[in-house]
């Protein structure tokens, strides 16, 4: 097609569906063509082979009188092709979903019309839509709704920032609106987190200019589950030395074991000491949608403010995070007037404008999706997913424990299982290069993409494979070829 | 379907591209249905009208043990009835784009295969392509690509907030990685930005602890574009007071004019005075497609760091925000191991990892539906697109100039108009009233969706209205038309 003899096809407006329905029909037919060449979880070959072989086909770049449409469905067969599909059994490393499909049907909804947040008149529909779910979200939570707020955020990480910042400005009640050296002097803010909280709140402390040495790392068990005999010790200390505990936070799924705070006990002490309670609910929120595991994260209800993800146990294409607060008045920190976006005129004559919610200004309607996954599957269904993807860890867990050549650290809590390959010696450097370079063997072979990981603490012998299962359709049967394969690789490592 | 007896639809592997194609099918004809019915740029009436027709869709919540087929075409449908419409040529207020059919089904391929940027083993082929994207992104700003690192990002804002992150640690050298307290007394951090700089800047200084007080708003002239003698006061003087100026920000295109700040005046006083760089050309950063309008921008490759932003002059859906720096040893304040996403012996192995490059930990891969934009149309194609969007701001300034009722406020300068609608009185409350009044009925109506902002300043007279020109496809009966609306409705509010 010339350059010069089109208008330019667009996805809006009453053609662009006509427009869409060619084009999606040659990606998702490379997705197929790509899917199938790589014929397993994962490409084989290292990065380097896969960076040359992308070469080839990105280096090309179009730049005369004609309109190359050859790009999307080359470039498309290569995603595929060099995906770590969390679609195939084999692949069960991280807290990487597989999206359903009518999430992602629903996403291309939001990529077409374009609809942007930060405004009413650039999102009617949507401003209306995400505020119903987050209030649907909220009482998941347990908050009431009528009370609460939120928004959508681009994962965990982001939500965990925003839970930090409200603390942050909460507690130094507008100093941190001045300028740094206007903070009181001595004002020695601190935070209060398990060693096994993720790594997102040391990142948010830095951004939010407290400093990572402003979080005190607190022991946990063996099933990385805060210890709360030891938070109550460093919180006394930490005031006893002045500092004040502006915020604590809770996990509710770590990444790796999905273990649970205890959220009650926390709660009070955060309560004793006028903290913030924020609950990284990333991972766990998940069991929220599950009867049978929603009493695990008994006590979340009573947090300043909630991270969940529905990337991870909510089986959407990123971005999926969640941000919600308890009492929407404790919400202050992004309230701001933009003349060209919510003029005061404007919300005086009743046009709702949810700027204030966000860190971002422009923001894409990832509230569609999960409202069309929650209206297609309801809480239930999506449960019996969650229940699925929990059967299946203790499923596994069962068959590494079953298997002499394999140690599990601990129980299945959510839908991980970690563990590791018992090398021949005892050594525990050998068994953690044995375990990692096991880890690696599998990926350059394309047999299986499995999670690595280490234990808190020091000294050698904290390597640990990990399962995180998070397909549904995932069997029993693929369960055992995949720890098949990780012993298989275990052997040849170790030879 | 009963939940019993299915696998669940999942949208990667092999099968996932035959289970979106009737999915997407259902979504596209619930678009083309929903935009038929909204017959124009906004469906008519307010935030209460639409809230109320979408509760009655809403509020069924599917919680049995069938699943709801019918959610995602009911909820498609409203979505794109109850949308502002950038592909409509009468949707013409905000930098908030038409996509190109072409990105939104590269991003569909994204959305199936969800591959994760923060480590290699979640997106093998994500992870080289952005690599690639970057260094031509690079490119076209004028950096150096092997010297050069970035990021894609959720916007603009996102993109200033690096680059002040940056700047910060840059300049206190390690200082705000320890606690608050533990700032070498007397700091006064200072950032030098436009007042009709984006205000995202304030927000980024309130977040990284500077505190919004921190910005220095540094008089524009009448086409908004920065005053050089008054920024170099400006630093003097704080230097003067004690202050330490650790960021200059530079806009290359405001949001309302289109205005860039002189480039080279302004990198000559940053280099004076030791600051950091950063131009905001999330808007701006288009006219580098364009031979014609990329001198504009001239001087662009001398700062620290920058912003684009493809959801804007690039046609893509959100999010496409770009951040880039110049010198990639520059962009150390993200280094950080996480034993389970970049072990140190993963990285001597050869496997990349981006996680050091965001602010994010789960990354989806905006650079594909760009990279896949940019192969398609070729650097050329998407100037074309850029210089149509530019000619069509000085047809529409040319028939505001000719139209007495209406005044214009300056010449274009990139693909924005600014004017305003004149009243029958002199006085500038009323001609304030007036206009926000008559785009409040434009909307109600569902005739068009016209911007309104507010020139710098203080006191009444400074309302303005204002059309920003994204879609190439708009022609000059189009504008014709939507100016006509606008006179009609101003007559209709000052009568």
Same sequence: chains 1, 2.
């Avoid at 809006?12 to 899917?35: F, H, K, N, Q």
């Avoid at 999102?123 to 939570?141: D, G, H, K, S």
Wanted: proline share 6%; charged share 25%.
């Amino acid at each position: 097609m010339k350059l010069t003899d089109y208008r330019v096809p667009l996805s809006g407006g009453t053609r662009g569906p006509a427009a869409l329905r060619e084009l999606v029909e040659l990606a998702l037919s490379a997705l197929e063509v790509g899917a199938a060449r790589r014929g397993g979880p994962i490409p084989a070959g290292g990065p380097r082979a896969l960076a040359r072989q992308f070469e080839g086909v990105f280096r090309y770049v179009q730049d005369g009188a004609e309109i190359d449409e050859g790009a999307l469905p080359r470039l498309a067969e290569l995603l595929a092709y060099g995906s770590a599909d969390p679609a195939d059994p084999s692949c069960a490393a991280h807290l990487h979903g597989p999206p359903l499909a009518v999430a992602v049907a629903a996403d291309l909804a939001v990529s077409a019309l374009n609809p942007s947040l930060d405004s009413w008149d650039q999102a009617p529909a949507a401003t209306a839509l995400e505020t119903a779910l987050l209030a649907e979200l909220a009482e998941l939570v347990g908050y009431r709704p009528e009370e609460a707020a939120g928004v959508l955020t681009s994962g965990g990480t982001e939500s965990n920032l925003m839970g930090l910042m409200l603390a942050r400005d909460h507690a130094l009640a507008g100093a941190c609106s001045v300028e740094l050296d206007g903070l009181p002097a001595g004002v020695r803010p601190r935070i209060f987190a398990s060693e096994a909280a993720h790594f997102s709140i040391q990142r948010a402390a830095a951004l939010l200019g407290l400093g990572e040495r402003a979080v005190t790392a607190v022991p946990v068990d063996r099933e990385l589950r805060m210890d709360v005999g030891r938070l109550a010790a460093a919180l006394a200390d930490a005031v006893a030395d002045g500092a004040r505990p502006i915020a604590v936070v809770a996990t509710a799924g770590t990444t790796d074991t999905g273990a649970v705070d205890p959220l009650h006990p926390i709660a009070d002490l955060a309560a004793r000491y006028g903290s913030w309670l924020h609950v990284d609910a990333a991972y766990g929120g998940g069991a929220l949608l599950s009867d049978r595991l929603a009493p695990l994260l008994d006590g979340i209800a009573r947090a300043d403010s909630v991270a969940l993800d529905w990337h991870k146990l909510g089986w959407q294409p990123t971005a999926a995070g969640i941000f919600l607060v308890r009492r929407a008045e404790t919400y202050a920190s992004l309230a701001r007037r933009a003349v060209y976006l919510n003029p005061s005129d404007d919300e005086e004559a009743g046009y709702p404008s949810l700027l204030g919610r966000s860190l971002r200004t422009t923001r894409r309607a990832d509230a569609f999706k999960i409202a069309v996954t929650l209206r297609t599957f309801g809480r239930s269904g999506l449960g019996r997913l969650v229940d699925r993807c929990h059967e299946l860890a203790h499923s596994a867990a069962a068959s590494v424990r079953a298997e002499p050549a394999l140690e599990l650290h601990c129980e299945p809590i959510l839908s991980t299982v970690v563990f590791r390959y018992r090398p021949a010696t005892a050594d525990p450097r050998v068994a953690d290069r044995v375990n990692a370079e096991l880890r690696r063997l599998l990926l350059r072979e394309g047999r299986a993409v499995v999670g690595r990981t280490e234990l808190p603490g020091t000294g050698p012998g904290r390597v640990r494979l990990k399962l995180t299962l998070l397909n549904p359709n995932t069997t029993e049967a693929d369960l055992a070829a995949l720890l098949k394969a990780v012993v298989r690789a275990g052997r040849e490592t170790d030879g």
